[in-house]
């Protein structure tokens, strides 16, 4: 038995191929963890997926460390959002001297506009996250031919799941007066969600929770609550809360809860999946906004 396995790694070696492709998984890393749930769905276990930001991390303000650099070089496909959000992958992928065919998930997607910028969070609605599977199915499946069929047989089960939670975030809506359906929360990830379910989201901060509000903004904000009388304030798991409390202290507006915006939790959290994210948020918001 074991000069049969020294004779296969004997083979393995002679034709290039690499531990990750005798065990035949695809080595693929993702820029943050909603991405990489994606991918865990779509590429089921004939892929091995790694999340460069980990659970609860920020992807905006990331500084890749060491380590990244060797996980990108060991990749076979790198899967980021695109839109600005992952602008540190560029220089990790140059330095680290990866072969691998990079993927967008968010292509094709019809970008919101804040200024000049482009708003990356457009997974917020579940109609572009489809697009994100379905642009991930076609690099894995270009990627792997040989298992092409199960890759596709995986997004159809997952875009179906997508389908379901479009449906049970608008049944959500449906709930909330119209006159409530506004909320402040700590930074602009919202817009894409805004758009597709409406709900109105105001934000102290920009698309990137490396801007910081000016005095001005934040007085501004606080005048708008008071004038719209806005329901509710929402914290997010990524962001310092004291100033969205002091927001909710100088109005008198309840604290909603916390929102999921840019990353999942770890398996033992309450979003642990994209799915559980968006449930979370529209149960969240669901509670804090109906009468």
Excluded: C
Excluded at 59 to 68: C, F, K, L
Excluded at 168 to 184: F, S, Y
Excluded at 237 to 249: Q, V
Excluded at 276 to 291: D, M, Q
């Amino acid at each position: 038995m074991r000069g049969s396995r020294a004779l296969l790694l004997v083979v393995a070696i002679m034709f290039g191929a690499t531990p990750l492709h005798a065990e035949g998984r695809l080595n693929v890393v993702a820029s943050f963890s909603i991405i990489a749930d994606f991918v865990k769905n779509v590429g089921g276990e004939r892929v091995k997926v790694t999340s460069l930001v980990g659970p609860n991390g920020d992807v905006h303000v990331y500084t890749p460390a060491p380590q990244d650099a060797k996980t990108i070089a060991d990749a076979q496909l790198v899967v980021i959002n695109g839109l600005g959000l992952d602008g540190w992958l560029p220089r990790l992928l140059q330095s680290s001297g990866s072969k691998a065919v990079v993927v967008t998930a968010s292509e094709g997607v019809s970008p919101l506009k804040l200024g000049s910028q482009a708003d990356p969070h457009a997974w917020q609605s579940v109609g572009n996250a489809q697009i994100y599977v379905k642009n991930i199915r076609d690099a894995l499946a270009q990627a792997d031919v040989g298992d092409a069929d199960y890759f596709r047989q995986n997004a159809a089960r997952y875009l179906a799941e997508l389908d379901a939670l479009d449906r049970e975030v608008r049944n959500g809506v449906d709930q909330i007066p119209a006159e409530r359906r506004k909320v402040i929360s700590s930074h602009r990830a919202f817009g894409y969600f805004a758009k597709a379910y409406g709900i109105a989201f105001i934000a102290p901060l920009g698309v990137s929770t490396e801007t910081e509000p000016s005095a001005r903004d934040v007085a501004a904000i606080i005048a708008q609550v008071k004038k719209d009388k806005i329901p509710a304030v929402f914290l997010e798991n990524i962001t310092d809360d004291r100033l969205m409390r002091r927001i909710a202290e100088e109005t008198g507006v309840k604290v909603g809860g916390t929102l999921y915006s840019d990353s999942l939790t770890d398996e033992k959290g309450p979003v642990a999946t994209y799915i559980a994210l968006v449930r979370h948020n529209i149960k969240a918001l669901t509670s804090a906004l109906g009468r």
